[in-house]
């Protein structure tokens, strides 16, 4: 599911785009994903949850995967795009995680509010995105 969600969004992201282009393209098809999966995102946000060691512990706990190396597409994105004066300066970790984080609340939303309009959540996330990231606070799109 995981390969499947990453294929899908590479497919999405305009190769030719601008930092800019590309990272509403990612926040966007990260959001279509989830609502075209809807049932295999929530069994997989129970899992990943509910995951212990043989001891008990949380695997989330230790597996860094989720907030660390798989972050580095992102910022490198977010770092191209401050280098191309696209994006106002920010830590591009801390951007990073805030982008995964407001996408990966989805999973456990879909189980408290299982009718979410992700249609109206990709569209303001895009829009909250692009708003954290821009350099010209008056600039749309």
Do not use: C
């Amino acid at each position: 599911m995981l390969a499947a969600g990453a294929s899908y969004i590479g497919e999405r992201l305009p190769a030719d785009g601008t930092p800019a282009d590309q990272l509403r393209a990612y926040v966007a098809a990260n959001v279509q994903y989830i609502a075209e999966h809807r049932d295999d995102v929530r069994v997989l946000t129970s899992i990943a949850m509910n995951f212990t060691t043989p001891d008990g512990d949380s695997k989330l706990q230790h597996d860094a995967s989720v907030y660390g190396i798989a972050l580095a597409p992102l910022q490198d994105l977010l770092a191209r795009g401050q280098a191309a004066g696209q994006f106002t300066d920010f830590d591009t970790r801390t951007m990073a995680m805030t982008i995964r984080a407001a996408i990966d609340a989805i999973g456990p939303q879909l189980w408290v509010v299982p009718d979410l309009d992700l249609e109206l959540y990709g569209r303001e996330l895009t829009a909250l995105v692009d708003r954290a990231t821009r350099t010209d606070p008056g600039r749309t799109g």
